[in-house]
Antibody
Framework: EVQLVESGGGLVQPGGSLRLSCAASGFTFSNSWMHWVRQAPGKGLVWVSRINSGGSSTTYADSVKGRFTISRDDAKNTLYLQMNSLRAEDTAVYYC?????????????WGQGTLVTVSS | DIVMTQSPDSLAVSLGERATINCKSSQSVLYSSNNKNYLAWYQQKPGQPPKLLIFWAFTRESGVPDRFSGSGSGTDFTLTISSLQAEDVAVYYCQQYYSTPFTFGPGTKVDIK
């Protein structure tokens, strides 16, 4: 059974940093492209970032480029999102999701999400 | 960026009746090399993550009831729930996965009338 479990969310002050983790199991993580998608409270879904299998290629939404870094540790089957210079508008539930092979950005499994609140 | 729009914002349908949601992309998501539309539909129930329902515009994900169907091509797409069940109450999102940033529609909330 595919499982994605996010952690690391919490309350952080504007300008602060946070690192999210997503522990994967039930599939060959190292072969999978992985994504982060966020959802502000009561709002819609916004794609944030993706990383290819192997970790050599990353892509970001303009709203987070230069502030967020996606990475992976295939030995630990874990995806990360390092978030720096956080702003109030980054407040959201952050989901990790598995990309379907050869589809660019189709997402077939999602974690339950972790809430990030940026507030003073 | 490809902008996705959905209509209506919300709809209420009687149990057993048809629900239709429309999605439009600001540019075509049909890839000519493989003749596939890079368009998906997700269902999100309160307090849950999104669930993939439909991909390539009309292919149902494994385990998705056949009352859910997708249609359309190019820039105009439709999700149809042929006979609404109580468990279908949710917000439905379309997504283009043709090019980054992969964008979602604003969502359509489906309720029981």
């Amino acid at each position: 059974e595919v499982q994605l479990v996010e952690s690391g969310g919490g309350l952080v002050q504007p300008g602060g940093s946070l690192r999210l983790s997503c522990a994967a199991s039930g599939f060959t993580f190292s072969n999978s492209w992985m994504h982060w998608v966020r959802q502000a409270p009561g709002k819609g879904l916004v794609w944030v970032s993706r990383i290819n299998s192997g970790g050599s290629s990353t892509t970001y939404a303009d709203s987070v480029k230069g502030r967020f870094t996606i990475s992976r540790d295939d030995a630990k089957n874990t995806l990360y999102l390092q978030m720096n210079s956080l702003r109030a508008e980054d407040t959201a539930v952050y989901y990790c999701a598995r990309g379907v092979p050869d589809t660019r950005g189709l997402l077939d499994y999602w974690g339950q999400g972790t809430l990030v609140t940026v507030s003073s | 960026d490809i902008v996705m729009t959905q209509s209506p914002d919300s709809l209420a349908v009687s149990l057993g009746e048809r629900a239709t949601i429309n999605c439009k992309s600001s540019q075509s998501v049909l890839y000519s090399s493989n003749n596939k539309n890079y368009l998906a539909w997700y269902q999100q129930k309160p307090g849950q993550p999104p669930k993939l329902l439909i991909f390539w515009a009309f292919t149902r994900e494994s385990g998705v009831p056949d009352r859910f169907s997708g249609s359309g091509s190019g820039t105009d797409f439709t999700l149809t729930i042929s006979s609404l069940q109580a468990e279908d109450v949710a917000v439905y999102y379309c997504q283009q996965y043709y090019s980054t940033p992969f964008t979602f529609g604003p969502g359509t909330k489906v309720d029981i009338k």
